[in-house]
């Protein structure tokens, strides 16, 4: 869909970037809805941006972020900027990508009790926002994804995260077989999901820092993937129903994770 030609002032992101004349960036990923623009506006990692509002989203934001001046659009100019059906509620920002994490960075002088997912092949924008969501819930210190497999962060997956993406590093790798090597170095126990597994995840016997890795709703975690893991372990299921969305298993396993360190404390 072609944009229509705008002729009001574009906004920046904070009133420092224009009074040091920086100027929003002409390419970036478009961020929206309100967790995530608000995330996004206060995470020092990311430069100024372009920040565009409803009249009504602008009155709203003059009130919880005043240091913030947004270009005014109507809803239809704002629409042409943002994929089809993007639930933007009303504000969106164009930012600079997040400069890239490597795992070594990551897992560098990590607490006792630090938690990493991994996710294998999940290609759902959706999925991947919302296990970071869970995750940013939980404190765990970042979501693994292969590069090649995963969505791009922008747009869905970043409304989905509702914020996260600007609190829980998304960290890409190239070899997560590799990945995983590097985490079991870095002392981290590596904890597969599989609905097959005879261990369930509140009995295995794992403490400390733990990976939790899980593979797509379909064909869930590869062959390699597999044999890199310390344990395999499912969720115990007592419904008519055994298989759960990846994300909600993200949910759980986080949960009961942080649940058994908590009582040991």
Same mark, same amino acid.
């Not at 590596?190 to 609905?195: H, K, L, V």
């Given at each position: 869909?072609?944009?229509?030609?705008?002729? !009001?002032?574009?906004?920046?992101?904070?009133?420092?970037?224009?009074?040091?004349?920086?100027?929003? %960036?002409?390419?970036?990923?478009?961020?929206?809805?309100?967790?995530?623009?608000?995330?996004?506006?206060?995470?020092?990692?990311?430069? %100024?941006? !372009?920040?565009?509002?409803?009249?009504?989203?602008?009155?709203?934001?003059?009130?919880?972020? %005043?240091?913030?001046?947004?270009?005014?659009?109507? !809803?239809?100019?704002?629409?042409?900027?943002l994929?089809?059906?993007?639930?933007?509620?009303?504000?969106?920002?164009?930012?600079?990508? /997040? +400069?890239?994490?490597?795992?070594?960075?990551?897992?560098a002088e &990590?607490?006792?009790?630090?938690?990493?997912? =991994?996710?294998?092949?999940?290609?759902?924008?959706?999925?991947? #926002?919302?296990?970071?969501?869970?995750?940013?819930?939980?404190?765990?210190?970042?979501?693994?994804?292969?590069?090649?497999?995963?969505p791009?962060?922008? #747009?869905?997956?970043?409304? $989905?995260?509702?914020?996260? /993406?600007?609190?829980?590093?998304?960290?890409? =790798?190239?070899?997560?077989?590799?990945?995983?090597?590097?985490?079991?170095? $870095?002392?981290?126990?590596?904890?597969?999901?599989?609905?097959? $597994?005879?261990?369930?995840?509140?009995?295995?016997p794992?403490?400390?820092? &733990?990976?939790?890795?899980?593979?797509?709703?379909?064909? #869930?975690?590869?062959?390699?993937?597999?044999?890199?893991?310390?344990?395999?372990?499912?969720?115990?299921?007592p419904?008519?129903?055994q298989?759960?969305?990846?994300?909600?298993?993200? +949910?759980? +396993?986080?949960?009961?994770?942080?649940?058994?360190?908590?009582?040991?404390?």
């Amino acid at each position: 869909m072609a944009k229509r030609k705008m002729t !009001r002032r574009r906004g920046v992101t904070r009133d420092r970037a224009a009074s040091s004349g920086a100027k929003p %960036p002409d390419s970036g990923e478009w961020i929206y809805g309100w967790h995530a623009v608000l995330a996004a506006l206060n995470n020092p990692r990311r430069g %100024p941006g !372009r920040l565009v509002a409803t009249a009504e989203a602008v009155r709203r934001i003059r009130t919880e972020v %005043p240091a913030v001046t947004p270009e005014t659009l109507d !809803r239809a100019e704002l629409d042409t900027l943002l994929p089809e059906s993007a639930v933007h509620q009303g504000i969106a920002l164009l930012a600079p990508a /997040l +400069a890239p994490i490597a795992i070594e960075d990551l897992v560098a002088e &990590t607490e006792q009790n630090a938690i990493v997912v =991994v996710l294998d092949k999940v290609t759902d924008p959706h999925n991947v #926002g919302a296990v970071l969501r869970s995750a940013a819930v939980f404190g765990a210190i970042g979501v693994v994804v292969q590069d090649r497999s995963a969505p791009p962060a922008a #747009g869905a997956l970043t409304k $989905a995260a509702s914020g996260a /993406l600007d609190m829980v590093p998304l960290v890409r =790798v190239t070899n997560l077989a590799r990945a995983l090597d590097q985490l079991a170095n $870095a002392g981290f126990w590596r904890i597969g999901f599989d609905g097959t $597994a005879d261990s369930t995840l509140a009995t295995a016997p794992y403490e400390g820092r &733990t990976a939790l890795i899980l593979g797509s709703e379909g064909d #869930g975690m590869r062959r390699l993937t597999r044999e890199a893991c310390d344990l395999l372990v499912r969720i115990e299921a007592p419904g008519a129903l055994q298989t759960l969305n990846v994300s909600n298993a993200a +949910a759980i +396993a986080l949960y009961e994770t942080v649940r058994r360190v908590e009582t040991k404390e």
